[in-house]
């Protein structure tokens, strides 16, 4: 190998300064257009949440709207939570009712992870009102999944009492699961 004049070295690093700025200059453009479209992308998506904002009043009257739901526990535990919020609710609505019963539970059809828990009410005698009061307010039972069957008999001698029937259900975690 012989000495490198000069010349030679200002070349050789004129050319790697050279290589570098164009591996630079291919790589930083692709970098600076990927920025430029994420930038673009949320100042777009920033628009639409602007468009979206609602007021708190709004907000609250939505909220209201939604049904409350609670997960589901493990089996014993959501049986007996159901039980006391609809016994609650049926007190609340002055409906006097035979002691609620358990049917057989079975798969939810929903997932292998839960069960379908499902519990009849029977009242003796109640007027049409208050049955009314207690299916308009079954939307707040957090743990109702849905009202299986809701049957109204009159009294033949007393045209103004009624008899309830009702079979309400709800998830609850299979045994043994843990999610």
Excluded at 94 to 108: D, R
Excluded at 146 to 168: A, H, I, N
């Amino acid at each position: 190998m012989t000495k490198l004049s000069k010349r030679d070295i200002r070349a050789l690093v004129i050319g790697v300064v050279c290589a570098g700025a164009i591996v630079l200059f291919v790589f930083g453009t692709k970098w600076l257009g990927r920025w430029m479209a994420a930038e673009a992308s949320l100042n777009a998506n920033r628009k639409k949440l602007a468009a979206l904002d609602i007021s708190q009043a709004k907000l609250a009257g939505l909220m209201e709207v939604v049904p409350v739901f609670e997960m589901p526990q493990a089996e014993q535990k959501q049986k007996f939570l159901f039980r006391a919020k609809l016994d609650e609710q049926l007190k609340k609505a002055g409906i006097k009712n035979e002691p609620l019963e358990f049917l057989a539970v079975g798969k939810s059809g929903i997932s292998p992870r839960y069960r379908s828990v499902r519990l009849r009410c029977r009242s003796s005698k109640c007027k049409l009102s208050k049955v009314l009061d207690l299916l308009a307010a079954l939307e707040e039972n957090p743990y109702l999944v849905g009202v299986e069957e809701f049957k109204v008999e009159c009294d033949p001698k007393k045209r103004k009492d009624f008899k309830l029937d009702m079979t309400v259900s709800t998830l609850a975690k299979s045994a043994g699961l843990a999610l």
